[in-house]
């Protein structure tokens, strides 16, 4: 797949998970500085962990700031004062904006992980480019919610780790017989309808007895 394809997806990606980080600054009555610091973080947070682990240094976000530019733009676009009101006039549609955003997000850069996995080294193996991908993909959420307050989406909610852990592992295996865009695309589909499933179905993961 060709850089500026993948450079699409990234800022497609950025730009959902954006989204999702500075709703809920605003759901968590945070002021302009909170609702951008928290969509940046979203945006760019698994990016960051994802480039240290692979051990690239300094990370992608800062050597390559369009990532960073477009977070904050989208943040100050979600905290205008028409768009707050039609972002946040009913619970319904914000759950509904936060599940799409998420799970694009999600189902982008998880995706996006395995393909930068890949490209510092053909040589890794499928339990480093699945984790990386999974990492990448649930990280800058994991930020989010510890930095509103939240227990981590990840731990609670239709299980998100599972549908980004099945969409890498869906991507992985096809990236050699399929080539890497159909991989790609299959990973991100997997990963988004299996979080729209999960919501529609309420599925999740066994949790303890009450």
Known sequence: ??????????????????????????????????????????????????????????????????YAAFAIVTALIVFLPAVQRFVLKDNAFYNTLMLLMDSIGLGIFTVV??????????????????????VTGVGGGVLRDTMAGDHPYIFVKHFYACASLIGALA??????????????????????????????????LPKPIE
Do not use: Y
């Not at 790609?184 to 997997?190: E, F, H, P």
């Open 113 to 134: 992980g395995i393909q930068v996995a890949q490209s510092v080294s053909g040589e890794h193996g499928i339990f480093l480019l699945v984790f990386v991908g999974v």
């Open 171 to 204: 991507c992985v295996f096809m990236w050699e017989s399929c080539g890497e865009a159909n991989a790609m695309l299959v990973g991100t589909a997997v990963v988004v309808i299996l979080r729209l499933l999960a919501a529609h179905f309420r599925w999740s």
């Open 1 to 66: 797949m060709s850089g500026d394809i993948v450079l699409f997806l990234e800022l497609i990606g950025t730009v959902a998970f954006s989204v999702s980080g500075a709703i809920t600054g605003l759901k968590k009555k945070m002021d302009i500085l909170g609702v951008v610091i928290l969509g940046l973080t979203t945006a760019v947070g698994g990016g960051v962990i994802r480039d240290l682990i692979l051990g690239i240094t300094p990370p992608n976000t800062f050597r390559n700031p369009i």
